[in-house]
């Protein structure tokens, strides 16, 4: 019983965190604050000593996955900024055609929820998928359902994305290996959730064709945008490097220098770098723009993520306080010997934070928290914790997060008609996604 009195202040904290965030519509950094003094407190943590862990949760969380953040998103943005993204999937949705272009969108979706933030993708592929679906004589629905559904499970699942980067730190699980498994446990949930989820769902094929105005394209014919190889083959450095530096580790000496060389170009801060700065010249000065221009890009990126990245600060004070108090053991403690997955118990608590805080990355951050403890006391592999805390975190979302409303006020739609498309899409990737690392987990 002594056990489940730390669970229980998690429990009541949560709430709080509910009630604070969708009731009172208090912002989620101050939110996460509040609730995290509060549980340090009811466990009988002293004052300074919660100064302390503030400091080093904020600081620790901030110092592992605040410049791949940024650098993520500098990197998207560059693509943006010169055409490079548009041209990705002007090429990828022309070679598909009419029959295969759910198929074609999934690719185009998966590509962009790598390489740059879920709302700058989102006001990339709505106007362009709009557009053909408008000429293929298709309903929009059809085609926006497979593209936004690749895009939130890749943007969920795989660096250099934020909720996937701070929980790869926080459950210290190799980079290559989270890129080959989750790539495993991203295919079968974008196919039932863009694929198969859209013939299920009745009268999607009647909503009318939004009227974009408010989401105006980029003029980049003044830029020499890259051939369609090299305009792939960027975004995509930082896997290639991480892949190769775990590949390398399995099959070469670990002394050897190619080892050496990868390990370092596949750490995530510098394969992300090295992207980046190959982003600058190709995205930039190549295609015709100068280094200030470039700049300008970056800077815009980063205005548009430091909200995001102050929250998961928060979430990450939450996490030490978690920590610092011993509430993780507790609740190791608590389970064991209860007949359920700690990956199901993983993806629950953070289903709850995401309901609670509106924020991906913060309920992922923040799940990390109390469920890492369970991976040594269950022999658990740190990376399908990882990718169960992940699809977790992209599940059907409420009004309090941003994505809902997006959806909803840019294609007009009901609040049912929301839960309908964009809530359906993210449970189907979320409860398809667990469902695979479950599966997983039977092997590894």
């Given at each position: 019983m002594?056990?489940?009195?730390?669970?229980?202040?998690?429990?009541?904290?949560i709430?709080f965190l509910?009630?604070?965030?969708?009731?009172?519509k208090?912002?989620?950094?101050?939110?996460?604050?509040?609730i995290?003094?509060?549980?340090?407190?009811?466990e009988g943590?002293?004052?300074?000593?919660?100064v302390?862990?503030?400091?080093?949760?904020a600081?620790?969380?901030?110092?592992?996955v605040?410049l791949?953040?940024?650098?993520?998103a500098?990197?998207?943005?560059?693509?943006?900024?010169?055409g490079?993204?548009?041209?990705?999937?002007?090429t990828?949705?022309?070679?598909?055609?009419?029959?295969?272009?759910q198929?074609?969108?999934?690719?185009?979706?998966?590509?962009?929820?790598?390489?740059?933030?879920?709302?700058?993708?989102f006001m990339?592929?709505?106007?362009?998928?709009?557009?053909?679906?408008?000429?293929?004589?298709?309903?929009?629905?059809?085609?926006?359902?497979?593209v936004l559904?690749a895009?939130?499970q890749?943007?969920?699942?795989?660096p250099?994305?934020p909720g996937?980067?701070?929980?790869?730190?926080?459950?210290g699980?190799?980079s290559?290996?989270?890129?080959?498994?989750?790539?495993?446990?991203?295919?079968?949930s974008?196919?039932?959730?863009?694929?198969?989820?859209p013939?299920?769902?009745?009268?999607?094929?009647?909503?009318?064709?939004?009227?974009?105005?408010?989401?105006?394209?980029i003029?980049?014919?003044?830029?020499?945008v890259?051939?369609?190889?090299?305009?792939?083959?960027?975004?995509?450095?930082?896997?290639?490097?991480?892949i190769?530096?775990?590949?390398?580790?399995?099959?070469?000496?670990?002394?050897s220098?190619?080892?050496?060389?990868?390990?370092?170009?596949?750490?995530?801060?510098?394969?992300l770098?090295v992207?980046?700065?190959?982003?600058?010249?190709?995205?930039?000065?190549r295609a015709?723009?100068t280094?200030?221009?470039?700049?300008?890009?970056?800077?815009?990126?980063?205005?548009?993520?430091?909200t995001?990245?102050?929250?998961?600060?928060a979430?990450?004070v939450?996490?030490e306080?978690?920590?610092?108090?011993g509430i993780?053991?507790?609740?190791?403690?608590?389970?064991?010997?209860?007949?359920?997955?700690?990956?199901?118990?993983?993806?629950?608590?953070?289903?709850?934070?995401?309901?609670?805080?509106g924020q991906?990355?913060?309920?992922?951050?923040?799940?990390?928290?109390?469920?890492?403890?369970l991976?040594?006391?269950?022999?658990?592999?740190?990376?399908?914790?990882?990718?169960a805390?992940a699809?977790g975190?992209?599940t059907?979302?409420?009004?309090?997060?941003a994505?809902?409303?997006?959806?909803?006020e840019?294609f007009?739609?009901?609040?049912?008609?929301?839960?309908?498309?964009w809530?359906?899409?993210?449970l189907?990737?979320?409860?398809?996604?667990?469902?695979?690392?479950?599966?997983?987990s039977?092997?590894?």
């Open positions: 002594e056990h489940w009195i730390p669970v229980l202040w998690v429990v009541i904290a709430a509910l009630f604070l965030t969708v009731k009172v208090l912002h989620s950094m101050i939110a996460l604050l509040l995290a003094v509060f549980v340090a407190f009811a943590m002293d004052a300074t000593t919660l302390k862990t503030i400091s080093k949760g600081g620790s969380t901030l110092g592992g605040g791949i953040i940024v650098l993520g500098a990197l998207g943005q560059l693509m943006t900024d010169c490079a993204s548009k041209k990705i999937a002007d990828i949705v022309k070679s598909c055609g009419v029959r295969f272009l198929w074609g969108l999934l690719i185009v979706g998966t590509i962009f929820g790598i390489a740059m933030f879920f709302e700058v993708a990339i592929v709505v106007p362009l998928v709009v557009s053909i679906a408008r000429e293929a004589k298709i309903p929009y629905m059809m085609l926006i359902i497979p559904a895009v939130a890749a943007h969920s699942l795989l250099p994305q996937p980067v701070a929980l790869m730190d926080a459950f699980a190799d290559g290996s989270i890129y080959m498994l989750g790539f495993v446990v991203l295919i079968p974008i196919i039932c959730a863009g694929i198969i989820l013939r299920f769902l009745k009268d999607i094929d009647t909503y009318a064709m939004p009227n974009l105005g408010n989401l105006k394209e003029d980049t014919s003044k830029y020499k890259p051939s369609f190889g090299i305009c792939l083959l960027i975004p995509l450095l930082p896997a290639i490097f991480m190769g530096n775990t590949v390398a580790s399995i099959f070469l000496d670990k002394k220098i190619a080892v050496q060389v990868l390990s370092f170009l596949g750490s995530p801060n510098i394969s770098l992207a980046v700065l190959v982003a600058i010249y190709v995205f930039g000065v015709g723009r280094i200030s221009e470039a700049s300008d890009s970056i800077t815009s990126a980063i205005k548009g993520i430091s995001v990245v102050l929250i998961i600060g979430g990450g939450f996490k306080v978690i920590i610092d108090a993780g053991e507790h609740i190791a403690a608590a389970v064991t010997g209860l007949p359920i997955s700690p990956m199901i118990l993983a993806w629950f608590i953070t289903v709850i934070i995401r309901w609670a805080t991906g990355a913060v309920s992922a951050i923040t799940a990390a928290g109390i469920v890492g403890p991976i040594p006391v269950f022999h658990v592999d740190p990376t399908l914790m990882m990718l805390t699809v975190s992209n059907i979302t409420m009004p309090n997060d994505a809902f409303w997006m959806m909803k840019t007009n739609l009901t609040m049912a008609q929301t839960f309908k498309t809530g359906l899409l993210e189907t990737n979320s409860v398809v996604g667990l469902v695979v690392v479950l599966l997983l039977l092997w590894i």
